[in-house]
């Protein structure tokens, strides 16, 4: 049963080694040539798988499975051009972009989206100025009853303190939703990955797939990577070309 106990291993650590060992099964078992995107490669009209394949003259190429099993039915296209060309250009964005992010020339908070950890400074800091405001209610309830403040100023400063109370728990509520839906901080954990990346001479399957969720192919040869952290920029590669 899971979460029954504190665990040996972190479980980000573990969940990311049974991925490389269910990749490096999958390659041994099933595939005769292991390539650097194996598995991360999709058509995005359709959403199917996109396969290597290759051809007499030595190079290789990409095919959408969906169009090469129904090509007859025209269900999609083949989104074919060179496979080669395709893991040149996202290696060097890649490598250009962690280049920057381990000089520091760049944040890492690239999309300024804020995470748990934020969210939760954010609501103390909120839960603490409900606070302020309840407690300075019964001040000035205490200041009524002992003939310092008027009934009227007490009643005209009552509702204005209670509509700022209203609003601030509002505030608090949807900030509180927010934190539901919102990543946690993986700021160290992408530090981390970079300069594993950057020590490779030649990058693993395996180390691509920690670093992308998928890469889909359009048909007119744009190419979105997606990534697995939440900090780092979705990004196009715009129409590769052909060699």
């Known amino acids: 049963m899971e979460n029954t106990h504190e665990p040996i291993i972190e479980k980000q650590v573990f969940d990311k080694v049974q991925k490389m060992v269910i990749v490096q099964k999958y390659n041994r078992n099933e595939k ?13 009209e359709c959403k199917h798988k996109i396969g290597v394949r290759g051809k007499k003259n030595g190079y290789m190429f990409m095919i959408c499975n969906n169009y090469r099993r129904n090509s007859k039915l ?20 890649i490598k250009n972009l962690f280049l920057a992010i381990d000089s520091k020339k760049i944040e890492l908070n690239i ?19 409900i606070n302020l405001i309840k407690d300075n209610i019964d001040k000035m309830y205490v200041d009524k009853l002992n003939g310092k403040v008027s009934e009227e100023m007490y009643e ?3 509702n204005k303190l209670i509509n700022e109370v209203n609003q601030k728990e509002k505030e608090y509520n949807e900030l509180k939703n927010r934190k539901e839906h919102a990543g946690q901080d993986d700021r160290e954990e992408i530090e981390k990955i970079v300069k594993e990346f950057l020590k490779l001479e030649k990058p693993t399957p395996e180390m691509m797939k920690v670093i992308i969720n998928k890469i889909e192919i359009h048909q007119d040869k744009q190419v979105d ?19």
Do not use: M, P
């Open 32 to 44: 005769k040539h292991k390539f650097l995107l194996d598995g991360l490669l999709f058509c995005y």
């Open 156 to 158: 005209r400063l009552f």
């Open 225 to 243: 990577i997606i990534f697995n952290f939440k900090r780092l920029n979705n990004i196009s590669v715009s129409n590769a070309q052909n060699d």
């Open 111 to 129: 999309k300024n989206n804020r995470t748990k950890q934020d969210y939760e400074k954010i609501l103390k800091q909120k839960q603490a100025e």
């Open 74 to 93: 025209g269900l999609c296209t083949s989104h074919g051009f060179s496979y080669e060309t395709l893991e040149k250009t996202i290696l060097q964005y």
